[in-house]
């Protein structure tokens, strides 16, 4: 699954840490997120895109292979 975290956080203005604390997980989650490395639980793709004030389908996109 891709996603345009590192996007969504430069608009922001926020780093990987204060998108971290924003919804209460480590700076290494975050950044295993963005490197696509890992595929967040429902409940965590929702805190990351309520966040950012967009729909889920914004930041993350299902690559074919998912």
């Not at 780093?15 to 429902?42: C, F, H, M, W």
């Not at 929702?46 to 729909?55: D, E, G, S, Y």
Request: net charge neutral; glycine share 2%.
């Amino acid at each position: 699954m891709k996603n345009n975290i590192r996007i969504q956080r430069a608009i922001k203005n926020i780093t990987q840490a204060d998108l971290a604390n924003l919804i209460g997980v480590s700076r290494q989650t975050i950044n295993t997120i963005e490197s696509n490395k890992y595929v967040p639980s429902t409940v965590l793709a929702l805190k990351i895109a309520r966040v950012f004030a967009k729909p889920v389908e914004e930041i993350f996109e299902l690559e074919d292979e998912d």
